[in-house]
């Protein structure tokens, strides 16, 4: 497997590898994955930074698909 790390990878390729971790399904309760990865592919941050800081914000507040009803949040990443 390829690094995913920003100094390995140019914008085309970090823009593809969130696209094909997002799939179809990048709504998760109100965060927009989207904009979400937008630092990552311009370089800015590492994805195990936005990663981590997304936890640490959202810990405990997003829901992974436990209730019927609630939109699932799953990114692989």
């Given amino acids: 497997m390829k690094s995913l790390l920003i100094k390995d990878t140019t914008v085309s390729e970090r823009a593809q590898i969130v696209r094909e ?10 965060v927009d994955l989207s904009d979400m990865y937008d630092d990552y592919i311009y370089g800015l941050k590492e994805l195990a930074d936005i990663n981590r800081e997304f936890s640490e914000k959202h810990g405990g507040t997003v829901l992974a ?3 019927t009803n609630h939109k699932t949040c799953k990114v692989n990443l």
């Fill in 21 to 30: 971790a997002l799939g179809a399904d990048s709504d998760c309760e109100g």
């Fill in 65 to 67: 698909g436990e209730l």
